[in-house]
């Protein structure tokens, strides 16, 4: 909602929140004897169509990460057909051994960002986040990680309409990769246990894919039995015009896990009945969120409603685009490429240091712009950024573009 929203500060302001904000329990003991309604009143009431289970986190990379951890569990639990653990499992993994550490998988994509943090099982193999992030490589480098699967995000040519047939191929050839993989790892011992994307690939440079795309990849996941894990770590919260960018899909059962933090306030994911976890302590840390930011959200989402800032980022997020295109078409040897959903817009530039230069004059003019990819730069504007906002932001930048040397 942007910095000092007055409906939080009155929130902060009622003294019967106080005692929420200054004490913050170990949520895996000793919850609030209220924390049940109150992700009710939060979390719960935007769970994504199919999900009505959710853990909360801290942060992004620890949601995704326990996710993997959920999906794992589910996955042996399959295989060993919701037996019970046997006595070799359960000395085996105590070093790092199968059958109680069996070899599993995710599959990510080239471009994707899931988190920085990494757990060391042993002195040369890693487990985390990491291993599924490749948009940058200062996130990975001299940190040991995994062979796990990565396959090609699709690389679209725009205008769309201009590339319709270049872009399905690109597509296919993209989902067939993903199958080949799936099928390459399990020859090698090594089980695709689930699938991780973005709806639009972010830190790695904004990149879009159609709806059809990711329909047949999450029926790709269904055929082998992969979960299907969908991280909203940045388009959940209403940027994209649908609280969860996956809900442009139109799909029945889009996901079997989804993740979520940063403009959720909180972190976590939501999930299947079936990846609630058998036993406590299965998925733990010290705080396992925070209930101030429950409250925090709940508050939130009652402005989203109330203001019907979800339409609002439709609207605003089609009059940023319309002026980013027109820009273009005007200083074209700057801007290629223009593309979004809702507010979660993005542009190339013909380079990194034209990319940077841009950002620093804009920052010098009051506008903080955001750098993704190689090259591009990405909006990130608030759910209250109106058209108004829109047109303010199109007529310095096209001063900036019409004076940049």
């Given at each position: 909602l942007g910095y000092s929203h007055p409906s939080l500060i009155k929130l902060l302001q009622q003294?019967?929140?106080?005692?929420?904000?200054?004490?913050?329990?170990?949520?895996?003991?000793?919850?609030p004897e209220n924390f049940a309604e109150r992700l009710k009143e939060s979390l719960l009431s935007v769970a994504p169509k199919g999900l009505p289970q959710v853990i909360?986190?801290?942060?992004?990379?620890?949601?995704?990460?326990?996710?993997?951890?959920?999906?794992?569990m589910w996955y042996r639990n399959k295989e060993r057909g919701h037996n019970n653990v046997t006595k070799e499992e359960l000395e085996s993994c105590m070093i790092n051994q199968p059958p109680g550490c069996p070899?599993?998988?995710?599959?990510?994509?080239?471009?994707g960002f899931h988190g920085r943090s990494i757990i060391l099982m042993f002195a040369f193999l890693g487990l985390g986040c990491l291993a599924t992030t490749h948009s940058k490589a200062i996130h990975k480098l001299d940190i040991p990680s995994l062979d796990w699967p990565i396959a090609p995000f699709p690389r679209l040519k725009y205008p769309l309409e201009d590339f319709v047939k270049e872009n399905q191929q690109e597509e296919a050839r993209c989902l067939e990769e993903v199958e080949d993989l799936i099928v390459k790892y399990r020859k090698k011992k090594?089980?695709?246990?689930?699938?991780?994307?973005?709806?639009?690939?972010?830190?790695?440079?904004?990149?879009?894919?159609?709806?059809?795309?990711?329909?047949?990849?999450?029926?790709?996941?269904?055929k082998h039995g992969c979960a299907f894990l969908v991280d909203e770590v940045q388009t959940g919260g209403g940027c994209t015009g649908k609280f969860w960018a996956h809900e442009h899909w139109g799909l029945d059962d889009?996901?079997?896990?989804?993740?979520f933090s940063k403009k959720m306030m909180t972190g976590g994911f939501f999930h299947k009945e079936e990846f609630r976890p058998n036993a406590p302590y299965r998925i733990f840390n010290t705080w396992l969120g925070d209930p101030s930011k429950n409250l925090m959200l709940a508050e939130v989402i009652k402005v989203i409603k109330r203001e019907d800032l979800l339409n609002n980022a439709t609207h605003a997020g089609k009059a940023l685009l319309t002026g980013l295109l027109d820009l273009?078409?005007?200083?074209?040897?700057?801007?290629?490429?223009?593309?979004?959903?809702?507010?979660f817009c993005s542009f190339d530039t013909p380079n990194d240091a034209t990319r940077n230069k841009l950002i620093t004059i804009a920052r010098n003019k009051g506008v903080v712009l955001g750098g993704c990819g190689d090259r591009s730069i990405r909006f990130r504007p608030t759910l209250i950024f109106k058209d108004h906002h829109a047109h303010l932001f199109l007529n310095i930048f096209s001063d900036i573009l019409a004076n940049f040397k």
């Open positions: 003294p019967q929140n106080l005692s929420t904000f200054i004490n913050r329990p170990a949520l895996g003991i000793l919850p909360t986190m801290s942060c992004g990379s620890c949601s995704n990460e326990n996710a993997f951890k959920a999906i794992f070899d599993y998988a995710m599959l990510s994509f080239m471009g090594k089980i695709v246990a689930g699938i991780i994307i973005e709806p639009i690939q972010s830190e790695g440079g904004d990149n879009h894919a159609s709806d059809d795309f990711f329909r047949k990849l999450r029926d790709i996941a269904r889009p996901a079997d896990v989804v993740t273009q078409a005007r200083y074209p040897h700057l801007i290629s490429r223009v593309r979004g959903r809702g507010t």
